[in-house]
Antibody, heavy 123, light 109 residues
Framework: EGQLLESGGGLVQPGGSLRLSCAAS????????MTWVRQAPGKGLEWVSSIGDAGADTYYADSVKGRFTISRDNSKNILYLQMSSLRDEDTAIYYC????????????????WGQGARVTVCS | EIVLTQSPGTLSLSPGERVTLSCRASQSVTSSQLAWYQQKPGQAPRLLIDGASARATGVPDRFSGSGSGTDFTLTISRLESEDFAVYYC??????????FGPGTKVDIK
């Protein structure tokens, strides 16, 4: 069974930067689109960014566009989220999630989630 | 952007009861593009249902999904203690810009 493991979370000051990593195992990573979803304390789920299986196509929520960069290394089975110009409202648990269907032209539900990386933006 | 509304916000129920959760979309959603997730405190969400009615691998058959167009339902036929959690619906597929509903919390009466 597949697994995702995030790392890189922590406490950062407003305006700072952080890079999250998500290590994948147990499935053919390069065959699946991947997504970052975040959850602010006590709140619901918010889509942040997605990347196609080959890494060429990237997409961002308006709230993070221009500040966050999603990327992937299919040779290392790792997904990344580079976050810069961080704001208080970026405080959240960040989950990486795997599309349920391989090499699909549509975007699917997420059948595997990581345990989450906590990011706290605070002065 | 498709906005999802879930009702009720919170349900207080007893083990053994039947529960029906509602998810309403601001515009029509293709049935194949509607999913349901369960999230317990301190845990990541878990996919329960995709394509409006297809149970994910390992999901007990007491969970079922139905609906079409703008109205979708998740039913738990008989609540068990491990089912007390928050449930989210999600629309996906039109673009990577997926959206989630605000969630329904099912807690113990």
């Amino acid at each position: 069974e597949g697994q995702l493991l995030e790392s890189g979370g922590g406490l950062v000051q407003p305006g700072g930067s952080l890079r999250l990593s998500c290590a994948a195992s147990g499935f053919t990573f390069g065959n699946y689109a991947m997504t970052w979803v975040r959850q602010a304390p006590g709140k619901g789920l918010e889509w942040v960014s997605s990347i196609g299986d080959a890494g060429a196509d990237t997409y961002y929520a308006d709230s993070v566009k221009g500040r966050f960069t999603i990327s992937r290394d299919n040779s290392k089975n790792i997904l990344y989220l580079q976050m810069s110009s961080l704001r208080d409202e970026d405080t959240a648990i960040y989950y990486c999630a795997k599309d349920a269907v391989a090499r699909n032209s549509a975007w699917d539900g997420f059948d595997i989630w990581g345990q989450g990386a906590r990011v706290t933006v605070c002065s | 952007e498709i906005v999802l509304t879930q009702s009720p916000g919170t349900l207080s129920l007893s083990p053994g009861e039947r529960v029906t959760l509602s998810c309403r979309a601001s515009q029509s959603v293709t049935s194949s593009q509607l999913a349901w997730y369960q999230q317990k405190p301190g845990q990541a969400p878990r996919l329960l249902i995709d394509g409006a009615s297809a149970r994910a691998t390992g999901v007990p058959d007491r969970f079922s999904g139905s609906g079409s167009g703008t109205d979708f339902t998740l039913t738990i036929s008989r609540l068990e203690s491990e089912d007390f959690a928050v449930y989210y619906c999600q629309q996906h597929g039109r673009s990577p810009r997926t959206t989630f509903g605000p969630g329904t919390k099912v807690d113990i009466k």
